[in-house]
Structures are given as structure tokens and as C-alpha cells.
């Protein structure tokens, strides 16, 4: 039935048809047929046929017209014949019972063919909401200035055209797992990155989900790209990995932009660390030569000039020490030393530049480590003078040594101002200072902990801190023990 499913019933049809049958009823009894006792069959079967036929091409009303229509013709046909007594009387119960019959038919038929029309009907809506919205997502998603690939469990691959744009080539249906298809050329700190190690084969096959990671990558043109990926499996209803969908952000300009930026940073501490060198060396000349007049006041103007350069010198080196942790030039010089001796040495440095604050080096334990002296110093100074920096000049300052596992564990702790819980992962992050309407302003640039976080990573180690706002804090960094001699 060509109709079925559109719901689009037509009543004229019916009407007409029924309208023929009779008279073609009346042709045949009077000029075709021989036998007139098998008129009546005939009638009814037609009858019951039309009934049938329009219940189901037009439903149930189309149904009642061809029992509408039959039983007029019938009633029709009792009055032309001229019955009488029983014969009428038995003609109208036929009629009856017939309308009943043709009537149940319609109503069943038709009913069943309008209830099959709207079951049709609502699949076909379904289906055809589906791919609308499928066609909807896969032009937003061509459309997205970001690349998004999926790969499903079986090996299927779909992308969009930013993806090819980025990848440097056409996305093949699918993804050929031996051949290494996603890393022709791709980098990640300047180490090769294997297929299995990209983030959306990560998220396929161990159900990683990936954050901004970056990536370097180079198209077979040699171009080369940096990347900034996410990928996340998707899984079934039962848990199962079914595919991983990932994005791709091309950063290449904001990270030659901030390369660039490096570069100068590099560049200009480097200037700038000369002339400072021969400034400091004449002023310790000045201040010998000084000295000889026995000028107080000169000699201390002189000591504060000198402190100054050295501030200068100290933030010089700062930055020379972020640049060169960008571009991976940090070096390391590490030898095995015990961390406590160098620890009284930081302290008694740093103690003799202050005359407000006391700084106890409370519990000393011989660990050795493998380290690099002079950077370990450099933390230590850095913890150390911002616990100056950030508690008052009468409180102490308390630092620890003790061990945790295959860990020397090394703790100095203020009571100044405290660091609130939300700041005290991002007091880590590079140029961070806390700031805020309460907060008192400190000079600094916020390098010093993001320098000690990258050395103490470097070795092997952790940095953190513990902080009550107000109360004052703890910043705790371990390193490795060497076993012998411990
Ligand atoms: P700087 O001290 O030059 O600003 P740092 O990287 O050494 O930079 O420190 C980052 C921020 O962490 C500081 O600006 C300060 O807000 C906070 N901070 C560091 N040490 C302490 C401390 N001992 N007590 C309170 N706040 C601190």
C-alpha cells in the first residue's frame, strides 16, 4: 500500500466508488447476470470487499461509507422489489445484521490502519529528527575553528576539516593502528611521539582523559606545529570503550609569540647581567677605598648602593633562570652532599642580613643527597627571605630537616601572614603573587617559587606548602636520600 504511513486520507474516493457500486450492482442483476439467486452473493462480497479495502486505504470513516453506502442500496433494493409481510420484514433484520457486520469490519480495519499509519508515522518523524541533527552536528562541526578527531574501538576514523588542516593531509576512513597513521612526524618536548602515545589513543585504549596537553608536531611538508590537545573516551551503557573523540587547538602563534618573548627576556638579562658584574665590583672598590676616610655616612650610602645591585642582580638572575627553563636550558650540576651542612651555611648567610628576624635551624640530621649545591641554595634562600618578607620582623623562623621513606624532607616555617587555600597551588605558577583588597603589597615578581618548584621537579622531588591565612606557613621540598652513609 502505497499510502501507508502518510496519514493522508481522502473521503472522495470512497464516495465515488460507492456511489458506482450500486449501479454497476443494478447493471449486473438486470442485464448480466443468469441466475438471480447468486445476485445477493455477489453484492455482499463486493460489499463486504469495498468495506475492507477503503477501512484500509482511507480508515475508518472511509470504512462506515462503504457500509453506509451498501446498506442504503440494500434498503434501496427492499423498496424497488416490493416486499412484503415476513419478506420485508426479514430483508430489514438482514440489513441489520449486514450494517453490523460491515460496521465492526470498518471499525477494526480502520482502526488498525490509522494506528499503523501513526506508528509509521512517529518512526519516520524519529528518523527524520535524527538526521537532521546529525547533519546539524556535522556542519558545526565542520564549521569549528578547532580540530576534532574520533576514533572509534575498531579502528574507524572522522575528523573535520580543521583536523585535516592541522594533521596537514585527508583523514583515511580508517586508522591504520601498525602503520603509526598519527605520527608521522610528531613531537612532544622534543622527543618523538609514538601513535599508542597520543592523547586520543591514550583515551581509546586506557580511558585517559587528557587536559590541554601540548604537543609539538610536524606535517610531512616539515612545517611544524605546536598543539594544544584533549581527548576523552566515550563508552557504552555498559562502561565499555566504545570510541575517543579528541580536540586539537593549533597554538603556533601564541607560542612563537611567547618564545619570542623568552628570547628577549634571554637576551636582555644577559645585557643587563654584565654591566651589573663590573657595577658591583666598583662599588666594593669605592667602599675599600672609603674606608680609608673613616666617612660613616658615605660608607653606609655606599652598603645600601651595594645591597641595591645586588637586588638587581638577584632579579637579573631570576629571569635569566625563567627564560632558561622555557627553552630547557637549565643545568644541573649535582654532586652528594649533606643537606644540613649547607643548610647552616644558607642560614648564617642569610641571618647576617637581618637584624629583626631569628632564624633557627631547629632539627639538623645528617641525609646525604645527589644534588646540585648551588640550586638547592637557591631555594633555600628563596623559602627563607620570603619568610622574612611575609612575617613580621619579631617572629621566628624555624627550619626542619627530617626523612619520609627514601626522601630527605626539608621544612621552613614563618608566622606571618599565611596563605589562603585557594592560592596555595597557584603560589607555584610562574609570575603569581597573591593580591587582593586586604593584602598588602611586597615587592617581587613572583618568579622565586616557580624557579624552586622547576628545581626541586628537576631532581626528582616535590614542593609544597601548608597555611593557615593569618597564622603563617610551612613550605616543605624533599629530595632523594643517597642510601649509603645514612
Ligand atoms: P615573590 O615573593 O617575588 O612575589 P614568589 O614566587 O617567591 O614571588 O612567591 C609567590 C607569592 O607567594 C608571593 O607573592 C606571596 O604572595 C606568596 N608567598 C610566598 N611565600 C610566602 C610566605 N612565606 N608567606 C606568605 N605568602 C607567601
Do not use: C
Not at 13 to 24: G, R
Not at 39 to 56: L, M, R
Not at 195 to 212: C, F, H, N, S
Not at 298 to 308: F, G, H, N, Y
Amino acid at each position: 500500500m502505497a499510502k501507508l504511513g502518510t496519514r493522508k486520507y481522502s473521503l472522495w474516493f470512497p464516495l465515488v466508488a460507492n456511489l458506482l457500486l450500486p449501479i454497476a450492482s443494478e447493471v449486473f442483476a438486470h442485464k448480466i447476470a443468469q441466475n438471480p439467486n447468486i445476485v445477493g452473493a455477489y453484492i455482499i462480497f463486493f460489499d463486504v470487499a469495498f468495506t475492507i479495502y477503503f477501512a484500509f486505504r482511507d480508515g475508518m470513516r472511509a470504512g462506515f461509507i462503504s457500509t453506509f453506502g451498501a446498506v442504503l442500496y440494500y434498503f434501496y433494493i427492499v423498496f424497488t422489489r416490493h416486499y412484503k409481510g415476513q419478506q420485508f420484514f426479514s430483508a430489514v433484520e438482514t440489513i441489520f445484521m449486514l450494517a453490523l457486520v460491515y460496521a465492526v469490519i470498518a471499525l477494526i480495519i480502520g482502526w488498525l490502519k490509522e494506528r499503523i499509519d501513526t506508528l509509521i508515522q512517529k518512526e519516520m518523524d524519529a528518523r527524520r529528527l535524527a538526521e537532521e541533527g546529525k547533519v546539524r552536528l556535522q556542519t558545526i562541526l565542520q564549521q569549528l575553528p578547532v580540530g576534532v578527531l574520533l576514533v572509534t574501538a575498531d579502528g574507524g576514523l572522522e575528523g573535520n576539516k580543521q583536523t585535516e588542516k592541522i594533521l596537514g593531509r585527508k583523514i583515511e576512513k580508517t586508522l591504520p593502528m601498525d602503520k603509526g597513521y598519527l605520527s608521522p612526524y610528531p613531537y612532544r618536548l622534543n622527543n618523538q611521539l609514538k601513535q599508542k602515545e597520543w592523547p586520543i589513543i591514550r583515551a581509546l585504549q586506557k580511558g585517559e582523559i587528557v587536559k590541554a596537553e601540548e604537543i609539538e608536531y610536524r606535517q610531512s611538508d616539515k612545517k611544524r606545529l605546536y598543539l594544544r590537545v584533549n581527548a576523552a573516551p566515550i563508552r557504552n551503557k555498559n562502561k565499555k570503550i566504545i570510541a575517543a573523540v579528541s580536540t586539537l587547538y593549533d597554538i603556533t602563534q601564541e607560542k612563537e609569540a611567547e618564545l619570542r618573548k623568552d628570547d628577549f627576556v634571554n637576551m636582555a638579562s644577559h645585557e643587563l647581567k654584565t654591566p651589573l658584574t663590573s657595577m658591583k665590583l666598583y662599588i666594593e672598590l669605592l667602599a675599600k677605598q672609603l674606608g680609608t676616610y673613616n666617612d660613616e655616612k658615605a660608607i653606609r650610602t655606599i652598603q645600601r648602593i651595594k645591597r641595591q645591585t645586588e637586588k638587581l642582580q638577584e632579579l637579573v638572575n631570576d629571569l635569566l633562570d625563567v627564560s632558561r627553563i622555557h627553552t630547557g636550558k637549565l643545568l644541573f650540576k649535582q654532586e652528594t652532599f649533606q643537606i644540613s651542612d649547607l643548610i647552616e651555611e644558607t642560614v648564617e648567610t642569610l641571618q647576617a642580613t637581618t637584624q629583626g628576624h631569628k632564624i633557627i635551624f631547629a632539627e639538623k640530621q645528617p641525609f646525604l643527597v645527589y644534588a646540585d649545591k648551588f640550586r638547592i641554595d637557591q631555594v633555600l634562600t628563596n623559602l627563607i627571605t620570603n619568610a622574612m618578607k611575609y612575617s613580621s620582623e619579631n617572629k621566628d623562623i624555624i627550619i626542619r630537616v627530617g626523612k619520609e621513606k627514601e626522601y630527605a624532607v626539608v621544612s621552613v616555617q614563618d608566622f606571618g601572614i599565611g596563605i589562603a587555600k585557594e592560592q596555595q597551588k597557584k603560589i607555584f605558577d610562574r609570575l603569581y603573587q597573591v593580591t587582593g583588597n586586604t593584602e598588602k603589597t611586597f615587592p617581587g615578581l613572583g618568579m622565586g617559587l616557580y624557579i624552586s618548584r622547576e628545581i626541586i621537579k628537576r631532581h626528582k622531588g616535590a614542593i609544597w606548602v601548608e597555611s593557615e591565612k593569618g597564622k603563617g606557613s610551612i613550605f616543605y621540598f624533599r629530595l632523594p636520600r643517597v642510601r649509603s652513609g645514612n
